[in-house]
């Protein structure tokens, strides 16, 4: 578990430290590419809900730190990715090969909204025709960083071998 | 899971209200600093493979362009010799003059020149420059390029300071017409990354391709005090309707807000003077 926890650590780190000096300014076509949300859904999907909460947490505070943000909002959004993605992970999205890109993919969304919302509540600049006009854009961007992304989570964190439950019948 | 949202809404409810010189954004300004050799890193990795992108994607308006500079050149040459003169003339008069001035841009300013190594995301027209409070930099401190004008900081930490640009929606400046002399405010316009001279009467005199540069004047409503005549950008469009009271004044920034990689802070020499 502690291993778990440094290996996690180090990759939402440099996954902060990378989002934070050189993805933020990148766009394509519109996008741009959240590489620390990608990797908190591999994260999250490889150790589950309580972990993913708690990365997100982490790694969003420091997110918000290092740009001067509103200490607590990556933080709030990132830790509501993380559990959600990481109960999907232990339940329906379990051994599915698709799980990673489809989770990606509604995270995306959900994350875009979710901040335009809580800008919007907070009095910010919430320009809802730019995120919307980028949203496809930056899933794309999302769902190519997944590959890599994911297969370096997999081989720092592997997947963990579920128990098959024992179920009794009754009646 | 609930506790940490909770803690995360406290967070925000805190944030949000605390000024910039309370404990928590001190926490914050600790954790900026740790970070910032990390990001300084990761921006010199990459600015190789930026660099490379940056000339590719600059050759294909590159002949166009050319033509264009060209002209500009044959026009600011012009412009360039009798403002020569014109500036002399002025340092001769103001000499005889005994004139008491507010801090002169450039010469009254010291330049600390130094890299932006974080962004804060899409929404924000907000950088991260790896310079501090131990640099000189304090809140209000205007920052610029070679081009113009860029923003000024609006929080500071030792190691590290946020600018905000002058496409973000919180900024303002006060400006005048080069030309015509007509004061306004430039402030962001209707699409991201667009800029207008507001509260320009409509009996003002502006037209386009006229420079706009910083006024080096402040008022209760912007109080930041930018140094007079540093360029901002020249008019593209002026309109004005019956039921308006101001003009209508489009301009386009010198500065390429998207292409941002180094700037400079004005550290001035002389006191800025306080209104009584």
Redesign the interface.
């Known amino acids: 578990m502690a291993a778990d926890i440094a290996k996690a650590g180090t990759l939402l780190f440099f996954a902060v430290v990378l989002q934070l000096s050189i993805m933020a300014q990148v766009t394509i076509l519109g996008g741009h590419p959240n590489l620390l949300l990608v990797t908190l859904v591999c994260v999250a999907l490889l150790r589950g809900a309580v972990f993913g909460a708690v990365a997100g947490f982490s790694a969003g505070l420091l997110a918000d730190t290092g740009v001067f943000g509103t200490l607590g909002f990556t933080a709030l959004l990132l830790t509501l990715a993380g559990y959600w993605i990481g109960r999907y992970g232990e339940t329906t999205g379990r051994d599915r090969a698709h799980a990673p890109l489809l989770s990606v993919a509604v995270v995306t969304l959900l994350y875009q909204v979710a901040a335009l919302v809580l800008r919007y509540m907070l009095g910010q600049n919430a320009p809802g025709g730019a995120v919307f006009e980028g949203l496809a854009p930056t899933m794309l961007l999302n769902l190519i960083l997944t590959f890599p992304v994911y297969a370096l989570g997999r081989r720092l964190l592997r997947p963990r071998e579920w128990a098959p439950r024992e179920v009794r019948l009754l009646g | ?1 609930a506790g ?2 909770v ?10 209200r605390e000024p910039t010189s309370g404990p ?1 954004h001190g ?2 300004s600790a ?2 600093t740790v ?1 910032r050799p ?3 890193a ?2 010199r990795v ?1 600015r190789p493979f930026r660099d490379v992108y940056g000339y590719f994607a600059g050759l294909v308006h590159v002949k166009q362009e050319n033509e264009k500079l060209k002209a500009q050149v044959n026009e600011l040459r012009q412009k360039a010799l009798l403002g020569e003169s014109a500036r002399a003339q002025n340092e001769e008069f103001r000499k005889q003059l005994k004139f008491v001035d507010s801090p002169l841009f450039p010469s009254d300013y010291n330049a600390v020149n130094t890299r932006i ?10 950088v ?1 420059i790896a310079a501090g409070r131990n640099a000189g930099i304090h809140q209000e401190t205007p920052v610029v390029t070679n081009d113009g004008l860029v923003g000024s900081v609006t ?1 500071v ?1 030792p190691s590290a300071a ?1 600018v905000t640009l002058l496409t ?2 919180s900024s303002a400046v006060q400006a005048r017409d080069q030309d015509t002399g007509a004061f306004g405010v430039v402030r962001h316009g209707e699409g ?1 990354g667009s800029l207008i001279v507001d509260r320009v009467t409509k009996d003002k005199l502006v037209k386009e391709g006229d420079v706009i540069v910083t006024a080096g004047t402040r008022s209760k409503q912007y109080p930041s005090l930018f140094p007079g005549n540093i360029p901002i950008g020249y008019v593209i469009s002026v309109g004005q309707s019956d039921t308006a009271p101001f003009k209508q004044i489009q301009i386009q920034p010198f500065v390429d807000f ?1 292409s941002l990689d180094a700037v400079t802070a004005l550290i001035t020499k002389k006191k800025n003077p306080q209104a009584p």
């Open positions: 899971m940490l949202v803690l995360a809404l406290i967070l925000i409810t805190i944030s949000f928590l926490v914050q954790g900026a970070l990390f990001e300084v990761a921006e990459a190594i974080g962004w804060r995301n899409e929404f924000d027209e907000r991260v929080q930490s946020l973000d929606e991201t998207s």
